[in-house]
């Protein structure tokens, strides 16, 4: 009876060390690897984007050091602002978005950019664009009659 006890006391020592080092693992994640899940918590007001910075003046902006850009964007029903862009190759590019109206979709495919653009909030990615070309970027959430049209490009130019 007394070696169950033990039996048992040993897995709930077991059992709780395993959940702390869970949840150590999740805290160094977080506070010194520095790994956040994108949690849309930057709010903005999607019926004032017309006089909201960064959003009343979508495009794409130099940002920091040579070949750093900043592509502030807005998504509405049915098109992307900016709908074309050019950046010179090897550029890194830091997407800051939101919707004005209802939710769309950010995908530039072969490459990891992949967002859910969601009205009231701002969601941002960064991709490095290493390879010239041009990338078509499309909305990949159904939302409303031009959904398959919304979409426009990115062009990375060859440096010379
Ligand atoms: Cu915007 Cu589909």
């Known amino acids: ?26 805290v160094y994640a977080a506070f010194g690897l520095d790994i956040h899940v994108p949690s849309g918590m930057d709010v903005v007001n999607a019926r004032e984007l017309n006089s909201t910075p960064p959003f009343d003046q979508p495009g ?11 592509a502030v964007m807005v998504a509405h029903a049915f098109a992307f602002e ?32 992949n967002l859910k653009v969601v009205p009231g909030h701002v969601i941002e990615t960064t991709h490095r664009f290493t390879k010239p070309g041009t990338y078509h970027f499309f909305c990949h959430e159904y939302c409303g009659a031009g959904h398959h049209v919304m979409g426009g490009e990115l062009i990375v130019e060859p440096n010379s």
């Open 60 to 70: 794409l902006y130099p940002d920091g050091p040579p070949g750093h850009y900043r």
């Open 82 to 113: 900016p709908k074309e862009m050019r950046v010179p190759s090897g550029s890194t590019v830091h997407f800051v978005m939101t919707s004005k109206d209802v939710i769309h979709g950010f995908r530039i495919p072969n490459t990891t950019v």
């Open 1 to 26: 009876m007394s070696d169950i006890d033990r039996l048992e006391r040993v897995w709930i020592f077991i059992s709780a060390g395993i959940l702390a080092l869970l949840a150590a693992a999740v």
